[in-house]
């Protein structure tokens, strides 16, 4: 799933080849959340409650294909250290998600920034849906909005990272203790042991 706007972007050129790559052996799908953006989010309706389904068709669209996937791969430009507005969107219409289906799901994150060390608070908005949904976090990949374009090898260096990062399913403990956002650091009280979550 990408959130960019722009087919050119770094972190929709590195999930394209990520899903080429993939695409030799398993079933890929591609979500753009650019193309249905305006029937995407919560309203806080609770329709969802009562019928089981969200009555905005984009979040009908992308429940039933995370529903149907095993490994879930976030893509999105990070800005002021987080994650657009689309791909926050989405993650507020996974309200309407069946929590006990999606546990067990794997969960992989593609970011894109000008700035090191942005992705940790752009992980940190996605931690909480993984978490709360019993889903597996299986690591994140931060790459450079400066590199024009990425280099060929580059990329194949980055899809074979987050290819033994998915084979490997490995466990970590998160703690970000110190964000680095635009030049300044900030604390955050934010901890989560993706052991917990097994």
């Known amino acids: ?18 899903l080429t790559e993939l695409g030799r052996t398993v079933t890929v799908s591609m979500l753009e959340l650019s ?9 806080g309706c609770f329709y969802c409650h009562e019928n089981k389904e969200c009555y905005k068709l984009g979040n009908r669209t ?11 791969i976030l893509s999105s430009p990070i800005y002021y250290g987080n994650v657009n507005g689309l791909m926050k969107l989405f993650l507020d219409s996974g309200y309407a998600m069946n ?3 999606l546990k067990g799901k794997k969960v992989y994150f593609i970011g894109a920034s000008t700035q090191e060390n942005q992705a940790a608070l752009a ?9 709360k ?7 994140a990949l931060q790459i450079s909005q400066n590199d024009h374009p990425v280099e060929k090898n580059k990329v194949e260096q980055f899809v074979k990272q987050i290819l033994d990062q998915i084979e490997a399913h490995f466990e970590t403990s998160m703690v970000f203790e110190h964000i680095s956002v635009l030049g300044e650091t900030y604390s955050m009280l934010a901890k989560y042991d993706t052991k917990k979550i097994r």
């Open 99 to 101: 929590a006990a289906k």
């Open 123 to 131: 992980i940190s908005t996605l931690l909480p849906w993984v978490v």
């Open 35 to 43: 193309q249905m953006s305006k029937s995407v989010g919560c309203t």
């Open 1 to 18: 799933m990408t959130s960019s706007e722009r087919k050119e972007s770094k972190s929709r050129e590195i999930l394209d080849a990520l």
């Open 133 to 139: 949904t019993d889903m597996i976090f299986l690591g």
């Open 62 to 72: 992308i429940c039933n294909s995370i529903l149907e996937s095993d490994v879930i």
